[in-house]
């Protein structure tokens, strides 16, 4: 396994388990605003705000890293 994919799995692993801690500890309902896309307030769980906010963002990264070239390809010069 290539040590740079280990570390990146150790630290979404990491992350993960802040985020189950966090849901766990909070509990409470909590209101979300967001006037121009969302008329009406949202009241959700902590828990489920918390998951949601970290959805959006790996969604975010996955489509920031992906796509462009496929690959690195060289131009060869030919002889």
Do not use: C
């Amino acid at each position: 396994m290539n040590a740079k994919l280990f570390l990146k799995t150790l630290f979404l692993i990491a992350v993960l388990l802040l985020l189950v801690l966090m849901g766990m500890h909070n509990r409470q309902t909590v209101e979300f605003r967001l006037p121009p896309l969302l008329p009406k307030s949202q009241n959700q769980p902590a828990a489920i705000m918390y998951f949601a906010f970290f959805a959006i963002g790996i969604l975010t990264g996955v489509i920031l890293v992906a796509g462009g070239k496929g690959g690195s390809s060289k131009n060869k010069v030919e002889k």
